[in-house]
């Protein structure tokens, strides 16, 4: 074995495993950037901030499959972890590389330092110290296995010395790189059959069964088996949130997001529903509008890679653990078809339930209101976002827009949003474009959400991450309206407003004056030629559209 630097090994590892990007606010494993540009065709992305460098790692993850890698040094480590949040929430595998203390100094009243460590324990599935150079291998190799395998996540590794200065030390080493752990899922286990004829034979049962469908359908590359399934028996598709890729808006088994941020024909459809079949989704508070829509005691199946997701949150009349791909494979194979035609006046009865809800949205949609309305910038995206984007989208209203009004065109579009975190989208957005970057990437976000990072517009220009950031810009963050009229007891003050409320800001002009192009847009009309130029651009774009205030996003139907 050949004597190495870590430097040489976290290099070497990193582009074996096929890392493209990596995201970091310097200074850590200085050695090791210096490393990757001699021996690597690694871009290494210096950001405005910690938490942006994790958002864009998590969004490189999710749109690609692949861990995302960001890094900070010990004063940067909070900020770091801070970001690996809205990862940890939407099971995304992303490795964070911090720098932290060394035993010869510890306790002495280092210049920056605090015990980081059980900081990244609430946001990850291992965490842990890299001590020894020797190391170096196992535990980067450890670190891709854990955040791909089972359900994914997060993963930290502090390396020793406040810069990570381990990486300057020598030991003999082999750089060995399992390419199965270099994206999600490198198992596919074949389930127990008995228990997914159970699973199948409770599904066929049923009158009125419904699928909902999570982000472990998009995490096991299952969506083709998962429609497949449903046409062979005539059963119609929710999504949760995270799941919304899982088919498209304009199959006709396709009645939307269920839950909290939803479209009101999925939670009708998944109210009425005599068995519920939930195919890699946790059915936590948001897709079940806090364990409401299905009622608590609908029967109900499910199919999840985490054996202790199983059953959960709801009692279960069948259970399989495994790859949902293969699960849904083996189901699809032994469907009888037969029971479809039983399920005629369910799967129109959905169908109904959904064209009343198309009905009622439309004259929003279709709204030539000034200032502009947010749903018709979402109709905009829907005629004019291309067939293969990237839809990227912020919390909150945003969530809540895009979320019910959305539709997805083509399977080979994918919809990537928030877990909960203001914010996200936009440095979100710039990791997806570098994961894809024949592909083009659209963020949709409130203007409070792009406030949080717009100092990264300069990172999107000098790297030329091209990407679309469509602003619904209100000029406050106008889902606080509703919450502050609660809490003034019915309706808020006039100053009580200076709680959600900004100063007017033109985006479009802070964005030309940072390098990119910005579209201004206050009238309906010229929202899809924004669209058509900025996608054509081959430049970061911020279309920024001034819209009212007053409008609220619609509260989740519960039945
Ligand atoms: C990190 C974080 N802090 C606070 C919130 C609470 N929150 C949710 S939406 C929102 C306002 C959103 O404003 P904006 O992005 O402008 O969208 P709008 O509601 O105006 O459409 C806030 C403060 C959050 N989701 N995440
Ligand atoms: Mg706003």
């Not at 992303?94 to 720098?99: D, L």
């Not at 980067?140 to 997060?154: E, M």
């Not at 429609?227 to 119609?236: H, S, T, W």
Request: proline letters at 6%; glycine letters at 8%; a neutral charge.
């Amino acid at each position: 074995m050949a004597k190495m630097t870590g430097a040489q090994v976290l290099a070497d590892m990193l582009a074996g495993y096929g890392v493209s990007h990596v995201f970091m606010v310097p200074a850590v494993l200085r050695r090791t950037f210096a490393e990757m540009e001699r021996r690597t065709k690694i871009s290494r992305i210096h950001t405005h901030g910690e938490k942006a460098a994790a958002y864009m790692a998590d969004g490189y993850a999710r749109a690609s499959g692949r861990p995302g890698v960001c890094m900070a040094q010990v004063v940067g480590a909070l900020n770091l972890a801070a970001g690996l949040r809205d990862a940890w929430l939407a099971h995304s595998p992303v490795i964070a590389f911090t720098g932290g203390r060394d035993p010869n100094t510890k306790f002495r009243q280092v210049y920056q330092e605090v015990d980081d460590v059980p900081a990244f324990a609430p946001v990850t599935k291992f965490n842990a110290t890299v001590d020894a150079v020797e190391r170096f291998p196992d535990m980067v190799r450890q670190a891709f296995r854990v955040a791909v395998s089972g359900t994914p996540g997060p993963v930290h590794l502090q390396f020793r010395g406040n810069e990570g200065q381990i990486d300057l030390e020598e030991a003999e080493m082999e750089p060995l790189c399992e390419n199965q752990f270099a994206r999600v899922p490198p198992f596919r286990p074949e389930p127990e059959m008995n228990r997914v004829m159970a699973a199948l034979d409770v599904l066929q049962k049923a009158d009125r069964p419904v699928i909902v469908a999570g982000g472990g359908v998009r995490a096991s590359g299952a969506a083709r088996e998962l429609v497949l399934l449903a046409e062979k028996l005539a059963i119609p598709v929710a999504t949760s949130l995270n799941g919304k890729d899982s088919i498209p808006a304009n199959h006709r088994l396709s009645v939307g997001v269920v839950g909290t941020y939803s479209r009101e024909s999925a939670n009708r459809v998944v109210a009425q529903a005599d068995l519920v079949c939930f195919v890699g989704t946790q059915a936590g508070g948001m897709t079940t509008h806090f364990w409401a829509i299905p009622k608590i005691g609908t029967p109900a199946i499910q199919i999840d890679i985490d054996p202790e997701t199983l059953g959960r949150n709801y009692p279960l009349k069948a259970s399989v653990l495994g790859d949902a791909k293969t699960i849904l494979a083996h189901m699809l194979e032994h469907a009888d078809p037969a029971g479809a035609a039983r399920r005629k006046p369910w799967v129109d009865s959905a169908r109904a339930i959904c064209e009343m809800w198309y009905g009622k949205v439309q004259p929003m949609l279709e709204s030539n209101a000034v200032p502009i309305r947010p749903e018709r910038i979402c109709a905009e995206l829907n005629r004019h976002a291309p067939d293969d984007a990237i839809v990227m989208v912020d919390t909150g209203h945003a969530g809540m827009w895009m979320g019910g009004l959305f539709d997805l065109a083509s399977p080979k579009q994918s919809y990537i949003r928030s877990a909960g975190h203001l914010g996200w989208a936009f440095p979100a957005g710039l990791g997806a474009k570098c994961a894809a970057p024949e592909r083009p990437v659209i963020v949709f976000t409130g203007d409070a959400g792009f406030w949080y990072h717009i100092a990264e517009i300069e990172t999107a220009v000098r790297w030329k991450m091209n990407t679309v950031t469509v602003v619904n810009n209100n000029s406050g963050g106008n889902q606080s309206k509703r919450g502050f009229d609660r809490a003034y007891g019915g309706e808020q003050t006039e100053q009580g407003r200076e709680l959600w409320t900004f100063n007017q800001t033109n985006f479009a002009r802070i964005a030309e004056e940072m390098g990119a192009i910005g579209i201004r847009v206050e009238k309906p009309g010229d929202i899809a030629p924004a669209i058509e130029r900025a996608c054509k651009a081959g430049r970061p774009v911020v279309i920024d559209v001034v819209t009212d205030i007053e409008v609220l996003a619609p509260l989740p139907v519960s039945e």
